[in-house]
């Protein structure tokens, strides 16, 4: 029987791999174009905004700074959530940082042994959140023409995220944590942390950017076929943004908020070497995502009844996000001193690989 499930496990896989190459020779130009397009998108808005927080999350974790977060902000983590102190860290970045953040900060903190894996499934349950600047700049002023929408949905996300963050205090509710034993803060060398957050935030920027750049040909390729409705559903469960470009003149502003705290399969992608390391189920993972998206359209409803916004009714979807040449100074740096960074990391790993095989 193992056998056999292994076969089929193979042939499934050969079949992938076949219908991608396929994919690849039959519309070269579409691929062509779907990679430059998503390259382009992690130069211009991906990296500038994510990087600088990737670092700091990082920074906050391997410094020990996160402990002084627990003293401050611990008694609402443990009233609210009925979670660790040290948590409230995680739950603070993943509302100001952006996608991945919140499931790296939690893993990170496992891997510390700062908190147990049930609160660490607990966490990843409703710290994936879209930041301020993707849902305010990209979203709501870029696409939306309005940023009075693009706070609203970022309103609208937070808070859902924070509901489904008390409702996961009900899970386990027998489990006694220890909240009363309170570690001492001690902060660790602050050079040394920042040079191990570089390093792996790199690491994991690059990761990132692949599965954007993955999906980005994804949702190229299938909108050469012409699916009409279903092409747009099709886009929105598998990146955000090219979901709701794809869906301007035709979804209201509640259903982008929902789109958004789905978060989109590209990010599951991107966060998905941190969740399951912490055990969490993928059902219980996406019955979380699907009701936080419930949560949070609902949430924009009520809002937008009492601060209602107008938004531009025509979609810029023919026009191209971005152009070639258009890439600031600070994003060309940040993207040098990545490619930098990696470099040195890997020369380090060769050179102590050496080291290792003469002795």
């Not at 509302?95 to 990843?124: F, H, N, R, V, W």
């Not at 886009?235 to 789109?259: D, H, R, Y």
Request: aromatic letters at 10%; hydrophobic letters at 50%.
């Amino acid at each position: 029987m193992e056998k056999m499930k292994s076969h089929i496990g193979n042939l499934i896989l050969i079949i992938f791999s076949l219908g991608a190459c396929f994919c690849l020779f039959s519309k070269s130009q579409v691929c062509a174009s779907g990679i430059k397009e998503g390259m382009l998108l992690c130069v211009d808005s991906v990296i500038p905004t994510l990087f600088p927080f990737m670092i700091i999350s990082q920074f906050i974790v391997k410094s020990g700074i996160c402990d002084l977060f627990g003293k401050i902000l611990g008694r609402i983590t443990v009233k609210l959530f009925r979670l660790p102190p040290v948590a409230s860290s995680v739950i603070l970045m993943s509302l100001i940082g952006g996608y991945p953040i919140g499931a790296k900060m939690t893993y990170e903190l496992l891997c510390e042994g700062k908190i147990s894996q049930k609160a660490a499934q607990k966490l990843d349950l409703f710290c994936i959140n879209a930041g301020p600047a993707f849902i305010i700049n990209t979203v709501g002023t870029m696409l939306l023409g309005s940023t009075r929408a693009g706070v609203i949905l970022y309103c609208s996300v937070a808070l859902s995220s924070v509901i489904i963050g008390i409702l996961t205090r009900f899970i386990d509710a027998e489990k006694v944590y220890e909240y009363k034993k309170e570690s001492p803060v001690i902060l660790k060398n602050p050079i040394e942390a920042f040079s191990f957050s570089v390093t792996d935030s790199v690491k994991a920027m690059i990761s990132v950017c692949s599965w954007i750049v993955i999906f980005n040909y994804l949702i190229k390729y299938i909108c050469s076929f012409s699916l009409n409705g279903y092409t747009v559903a099709l886009s929105s469960i598998l990146e955000v943004t090219s979901g709701i470009k794809m869906s301007l003149n035709l979804l209201p502003v509640p259903a982008f908020a929902a789109i958004i705290s789905f978060g989109g399969l590209s990010v599951h992608c991107q966060i998905y070497s941190y969740v399951s390391r912490t055990g969490l189920s993928a059902k219980l993972f996406y019955t979380a995502r699907v009701l936080c998206s419930a949560v949070t359209a609902l949430i924009c409803s009520i809002i937008l009844k009492f601060i209602p916004c107008e938004i531009e009714v025509f979609a810029n979807v023919s026009k191209p996000s971005f152009e070639a040449y258009s890439v600031s100074l600070p994003t060309a740096c940040a993207l040098l001193l990545m490619c930098s960074v990696l470099i040195f990391e890997l020369d380090n790993e060769r050179k102590s690989k050496r080291e290792i095989h003469t002795r």
